[in-house]
């Protein structure tokens, strides 16, 4: 077997149209699981009773099982649910008729969330206990000083924790061809098998998820310059 | 759903834990040595090998582990068969560890040379000025310091490593997903496989916190005393 390298270009192009969906099994994911995160994260620092144990357990379990665990379980298992109540309360929906898209959304949202979480509480515990006694001393509730003072101090701490996620998530997204989900593994999949060139597509794969890899790196690199701005020091 | 078949799934699943574990400690090992190796050439930046190692590290952070592991799947045994090696019949576990191996190896380096950086300046400076070469002031001085501060790092890169394992079936490896697989294609309950997977991996990773937390504890016992005790 030798190494179609012309096929590589042809292959890139085909795999790339799938760039969207991966997208969207990154982000949208990442983006529920930062909301889902800080409600962790609040429920963990204030810790709230009866259900702090359960924000414990849940971060835990999520971190401690491979993410396709999570795809898996709620794929097969959401589905059961749903007909189950639907049976229950006569309702008119089919789990059949819901996307599988929407299962895999779901599983990584939760496993975002987990994730997100022990960014968001390390960025929050790290900033200076007195920037919230300053804010407090000026008169400012415990939602404002959280809001306009802790929580974008927070963020500039976590950026870097928030672009190995998004890394992460990005590779993560791969899982998701498992359940027959056409993002870019699954599009070099189906390019490899309907060639017969697996190699070659699958180099192909592999250059979007590096090219996309690093993009994501230097837009942080350049992010980091912006937020830290505050916390230059000296005279401006 | 049918809770009783979780227990009955569970020790035909654990029963295949130990090839679960085979792959992580075979990729450890891999990654450990590769890791070392590519660390050294960093930090003392050899000329050539040094821009090698870069994008060594960069294109194994840069993509996801199935990608990794198709292609040296697909792509070893032709690059094999160019000097007439045939390993088209070899077990997959030998690809699975050597990806799992090579992904190891990247974190690996870099996680040792953050740590080897971190040492403070004055110990380099001390070992030298005490006489001692610069391996000497290598292997005694700086390496058994920097590992102790690489060490949580190097526990939650093993504990990444493990959840990775989960997607060595998808070349056909008979690992705990792998024999999950076969169960569920003879007994069509794949909730329940899923559950005693998660579980067991679950359990895995807590012990394997657990005995990380504690080695930590041990490897750090010399941290934060000082050297000479003024009382």
């Known amino acids: ?236 | 759903m049918d809770i009783t078949l979780i227990v009955d799934f569970f020790p035909k699943l654990i029963s295949y834990l130990h090839i679960t574990l085979l792959i992580l400690v075979a990729a450890v090992a891999i990654g450990l040595v590769i890791g070392v190796v590519i660390a050294l050439i960093r930090i003392y930046k050899v000329p050539g090998f040094n821009q090698l190692a870069l994008i060594y590290i960069s294109f194994m952070r840069g993509t996801p582990i199935l990608i990794q592991l198709f292609l040296i799947y697909f792509g070893l045994p032709t690059l094999l068969a160019l000097v007439h090696i045939d390993v088209s019949r070899a077990n997959p576990l030998l690809f699975v560890a050597i990806t799992y191996g090579l992904s190891c190896g990247a974190s690996f380096a870099e996680i040792i040379r953050g740590a080897v950086n971190g040492v403070e300046k004055g110990q380099t400076e001390a070992a030298y000025s005490i006489g001692m070469n610069e391996k000497q002031m290598m292997v005694r001085i700086i390496l058994p310091q920097a590992l102790v501060m690489a060490f949580p790092n190097f526990a939650n890169s093993v504990i990444g490593s493990l959840k990775d394992t989960s997607l060595a079936f998808t070349i056909g490896v008979m690992d705990m997903v792998g024999r999950g697989n076969t169960l569920i294609a003879s007994s069509l309950h794949a909730l329940e496989v899923y559950i005693t997977l998660s579980i067991i991996y679950y359990g895995v990773v807590i012990c394997l916190e657990k005995g990380f937390s504690l080695s930590e504890k041990k490897l750090q016992r010399f941290e934060g005393s000082l050297a000479v005790d003024t009382k």
């Open chain 1, 1 to 236: 077997m030798q190494i179609d390298i012309p096929f590589i270009f042809t292959a890139l192009t085909e795999i790339f149209k799938a760039l969207p969906l991966t997208m969207i099994i990154t982000l949208v994911p990442l983006m529920i699981g930062f909301l889902i995160g800080i409600g962790i994260t609040l429920i963990r620092i204030r810790k709230v009773k009866g259900i702090y144990r359960l924000a414990n357990f849940y971060v835990s379990f999520l971190r401690g099982t491979p993410a396709l665990m999570h795809i898996m379980l709620i794929y097969l298992g959401l589905p059961l649910l749903i007909d189950k109540m639907a049976e229950t309360f006569h309702w008119s929906i089919q789990s059949t008729s819901i996307p599988i898209l929407l299962f895999v959304l779901m599983a990584l949202s939760l496993t975002a969330g987990a994730y997100m979480s022990e960014i968001i509480r390390a960025g929050i515990l790290a900033v200076d206990q007195g920037q919230l006694e300053a804010a407090e001393s000026i008169g400012m509730t415990g939602f404002q000083a959280m809001r306009r003072i802790v929580f974008p101090q927070a963020i500039a701490i976590s950026l870097p924790n928030l672009c190995n996620i998004f890394i992460g998530f990005l590779h993560t997204s791969s899982i998701a061809f498992i359940v027959s989900q056409k993002e870019l593994t699954g599009a070099a999949n189906i390019v490899a098998s309907n060639n017969l060139k697996f190699l070659e597509a699958y180099i192909a794969a592999a250059l979007i998820y590096w090219g996309l890899t690093i993009i994501s790196e230097k837009v942080t690199a350049l992010l980091e310059k912006r937020v830290t701005v505050y916390n230059r020091g000296g005279v401006a």
